[in-house]
């Protein structure tokens, strides 16, 4: 039985409209299936699905400081940090105090770097390829169109 599933069962949703119990219980499952595909299309490369973007923003902004690159993929300094040693202790990037200011760090992909995130990129044209690219143009354009409709709510209800 699945949470959403659980949490209708034990009367938490009772109150809820069906339909919006159905969109939950779709967009619980996407979320499922989508970490399952990406943790096995990166797993054959040694690496974790974050750590795919992290390297792609890298990749994308040679010389990124720190802080910025915290803000560009949304997380904690300290789930960003941890992910770095990692990432540095396998020879994936470089990190060096900023000439003018030191208490920023920038950051830049080694060539091993630079290889595993060409990797991840493919992998990721790949998934791309094999889930949304299927649907028709309408599809994709209505999906899109919903999934920012759903983002905004979300952004509107974390900031009240």
Not at 63 to 84: F, Y
């Amino acid at each position: 039985m699945s949470q959403t599933e659980h949490h209708c069962s034990s009367g938490m949703l009772d109150d809820a409209d069906p339909l919006s119990l159905e969109v939950l219980k779709a967009l619980k499952r996407i979320m499922h299936l989508n970490r399952q595909l990406l943790m096995q299309s990166t797993a054959g490369m040694g690496g974790h699905p974050a750590q795919a973007g992290c390297l792609r923003v890298i990749a994308k902004n040679e010389g990124i400081t720190q802080r910025d690159l915290c803000e560009s993929m949304q997380v904690s300094p300290a789930a960003l940090t941890t992910m770095l040693q990692r990432i540095e202790r396998q020879g994936l990037i470089e990190r060096w105090p900023d000439e003018t200011d030191g208490r920023l760090m920038r950051i830049k992909l080694t060539d091993a770097g630079r290889k595993l995130s060409a990797e991840f990129g493919a992998a990721h044209m790949a998934y791309v390829d094999a889930t949304i690219t299927p649907l028709s143009e309408k599809d994709r354009a209505e999906l899109a169109r919903l999934l920012g409709l759903l983002g905004d709510n979300i952004e509107a209800a974390i900031e009240r």
